[in-house]
């Protein structure tokens, strides 16, 4: 089985792709989050994993995006894998704290570990990279050059490990989306049916700008008990400060009383699709 | 009059702070956003300006996090900039497109270039900087390497522009705010009574995890015939998968019924805070 993840090897999202598909898998590192997506589209690979949302950093608003991609329209999410994130500050070899000059980390990184760093190095130049698999492989074996990545990197690349765990929060987890190419996208693929749990379903949404539009939209959810656990909104890309709305709920299209609210959903909305339901991990 | 704003010298930030105050303010660049606010806090600066939202990209999440925090409780938002954003390739004098390995610059640019960089520099690697001044300052003399900048930034570095106006959509706009100290934070200050326009408001908020909380919270909005702009989720940072909205409303909490929704709101919340009010940019 071949699956597309977000590269390079040795980051976090690797990390979740052989938590979902195990060493049998046939893993193959894609360069952005667009590739993953292309990759799947294409038939190159049969799943794809991205990185949707970090408890601490929020959305990833890249992958929110492309959903909203016409030519990727037959794109849904089928499982949500679940990651604890863990933070290290690594060097080469002999290095120390006092050392540090330049640091090297992905952008979500230095977020989930700002406080620390204001902290430990508020002096030190921070520069962001495509990666932390990047960030560790840049620090090579120059002396005052640090980088924030997960543990399989010092392994990878011959760095000591100065300090673990620094990420702000100790709830620091990031959600990952499978995601998988349907035609037709309805009705959606259900892959974990025997799986117990609770069934989430996502929905891409556009509404008017106008007084009362969201209060409608919401109002289906509580009439329908339904609830949401989570609302964003992203730049619609169509015009200036125009939005999309993505929306996670508990229930799956199969129900009824689900079916019945997307039917409603449909009225209440300029536009409306479902991006895919699953079992919360 | 000081003004600290999002430094360094150059970028689109500075451009707003130009616009908003003009060339007599006395205008000091920051290392990051929270030390923009960090500034105002301490009385270093009398406004700060910071980017809040970029009509492509979406929220600046960095600068919405800044309002959560309890040590900056007395900052309050008292005017918007509105910057129409155009990006440049630039590199130095006589290289050309073909010659690009190398490109630097800011993440939010680099998302709205993101089509263009597809087609015409779809194998160029593409490394994050913290800043697009920071992307020309690194292109220096090196051929091979270009950057993604305001066009300021081409002068003030000696670079030459190959593409102008790179950006996917010809309405990219980025909203700044001017943020001001002030305890007790109520009443708001009013700095533009004289000032024609409509006004905004926004609003921090924590609700209940449960079935029709969200649904309570538009109900006051729409009751009171107040045309919510926005609504965005980040996370609380309290646990995990737990959200704060911040929301944007047309009105201002001098009007009586915008006072008597606001009453209403803290009943519907477990926690409300207004940010401040100004007169749409």
Same mark, same amino acid.
């Given at each position: 089985m071949k699956v597309a993840y977000l590269g390079p090897a040795a980051t976090f999202t690797h990390e979740a792709a052989l938590k979902r598909f195990g060493n049998e898998a046939d893993l193959r590192p894609m360069r952005s989050i667009?590739?993953?997506?292309? +990759?799947? *589209?294409? =038939?190159?690979?049969?799943?794809?994993?991205? @990185?949707?949302?970090?408890s601490l950093e929020g959305a990833v608003t890249y992958t929110l995006d492309m959903f909203g991609q016409p030519d990727l329209d037959d794109i849904v999410i089928v499982a *949500? $894998?679940?990651?604890?994130?863990?933070?290290?500050?690594?060097m080469a070899e002999g290095g120390k704290l006092d050392d540090i000059k330049l640091l090297y980390s992905h952008p979500q990184s230095i977020g989930q570990c700002r406080g620390w760093l204001r902290?430990?190095?508020?002096?030190? *130049?921070?520069?962001?990279?495509?990666?932390?698999a990047r960030a560790a492989e840049l $620090?090579?074996? !120059? @002396?005052?050059? +640090? &980088?924030? +990545?997960?543990?399989?990197?010092?392994?990878?690349?011959?760095?000591?490990?100065?300090?673990?765990?620094? !990420?702000?929060?100790d709830f620091n987890q990031t959600r990952f989306f499978v995601i998988y190419k349907q035609r037709p996208r309805w009705p959606l693929p259900v892959f974990e049916d025997?799986? *117990? =749990? !609770?069934?989430?379903?996502?929905?891409?949404?556009?509404?008017?700008?106008?007084?009362?539009t969201l209060h409608a939209v919401t109002g289906v959810f509580t009439r329908y008990q339904l609830?949401?656990?989570?609302?964003?909104?992203? @730049?619609?890309?169509?015009? &200036?400060?125009?939005?999309?709305?993505?929306?996670?709920? $508990?229930? !799956?299209?199969?129900q009824?009383?689900?079916a019945a609210a997307l039917r409603e959903l449909a009225t209440e909305t300029t536009w409306a699709k479902v991006l895919g339901s699953w079992i919360r991990s």
């Open positions: 667009a590739d993953v997506f292309m +990759a799947v *589209e294409a =038939g190159e690979a049969e799943f794809g994993l991205v @990185p949707i949302e970090n *949500e $894998v679940l990651l604890p994130i863990s933070h290290h500050l690594m902290t430990n190095l508020p002096e030190v *130049e921070i520069q962001e990279v495509a990666s932390n $620090v090579g074996h !120059q @002396p005052g050059i +640090a &980088a924030i +990545a997960p543990r399989l990197c010092a392994t990878n690349y011959g760095l000591q490990i100065l300090a673990s765990d620094i !990420q702000d929060a025997a799986e *117990e =749990g !609770q069934p989430i379903t996502a929905l891409m949404i556009s509404i008017k700008d106008r007084v009362g609830n949401m656990n989570r609302i964003e909104s992203r @730049p619609s890309k169509q015009k &200036a400060w125009d939005y999309v709305f993505f929306i996670d709920f $508990v229930g !799956q299209p199969s009824p009383h689900v």
